[in-house]
T-cell receptor
Framework: DAGVTQSPTHLIKTRGQQVTLRCSPKSGHDTVSWYQQALGQGPQFIFQYYEEEERQRGNFPDRFSGHQFPNYSSELNVNALLLGDSALYLC?????????????FGPGTRLTVL | AQSVTQPDIHITVSEGASLELRCNYSYGATPYLFWYVQSPGQGLQLLLKYFSGDTLVQGIKGFEAEFKRSQSSFNLRKPSVHWSDAAEYFCAVEGSNSGYALNFGKGTSLLVTP
């Protein structure tokens, strides 16, 4: 059973460009969350998708947007990249049903903005 | 404001010695509490979690943590550290005020010396 997978592993972009990161959740999971982890910091919550809708959003500008597909996979899009967007982007998946379910994390996508 | 504090940025211990990593939180009510570990190039792995009940929780890899409501703390412990425990450790909370999001501390980097 594959866990959470993310692509690409690494990405280099220049300021002003746009980027799309992809995430496939763990089998049986229907909810995907995205986190940004800057160097030397803990992960920061960007947003969560459930039933193809954004269910909750963290304190990130509208340049950050996402999408969830019918197969529960998800994309994170960042427009007008800034140097400060350089970070490890983590995807986490879980099952929505129940009071609490563990979030399983993928290995992340390392984004470098030059 | 809700916050998670890990006071120690770096900790160095000798192999075989005991370990305690500190975590303090500031939330309106008792949140769900977690400890995650992150090895280089890896995603986050859940070590243990606390929801309610017994305040001493056991996790994987020989780790345990104790919830102390009076001190708003959830410290991670291990009686004997192995070289493979060297990694970044994150304390996280999830509570009614944060919705579905995990709120992480900045992490503690553990170095294990021979």
């Amino acid at each position: 059973d594959a866990g959470v997978t993310q692509s690409p592993t690494h990405l280099i972009k220049t300021r002003g460009q746009q980027v799309t990161l992809r995430c496939s959740p763990k089998s049986g999971h229907d909810t995907v969350s995205w986190y940004q982890q800057a160097l030397g910091q803990g992960p920061q919550f960007i947003f969560q998708y459930y039933e193809e809708e954004e269910r909750q959003r963290g304190n990130f500008p509208d340049r950050f947007s996402g999408h969830q597909f019918p197969n529960y996979s998800s994309e994170l899009n960042v427009n007008a990249l800034l140097l400060g967007d350089s970070a490890l982007y983590l995807c986490a998946s879980e099952v929505a049903e129940g009071a609490y379910n563990e979030q399983f994390f993928g290995p992340g996508t390392r984004l470098t903005v030059l | 404001a809700q916050s998670v504090t890990q006071p120690d940025i770096h900790i160095t211990v000798s192999e075989g010695a005991s370990l305690e990593l500190r975590c303090n939180y500031s939330y309106g009510a008792t949140p769900y509490l977690f400890w995650y570990v992150q090895s280089p190039g890896q995603g986050l792995q859940l070590l243990l979690k606390y929801f309610s009940g017994d305040t001493l929780v056991q996790g994987i890899k020989g780790f345990e943590a104790e919830f102390k409501r009076s001190q708003s703390s959830f410290n991670l412990r291990k009686p004997s550290v192995h070289w493979s425990d060297a990694a970044e450790y994150f304390c996280a909370v999830e509570g009614s005020n944060s919705g579905y999001a995990l709120n992480f501390g900045k992490g503690t980097s553990l170095l294990v010396t021979p």
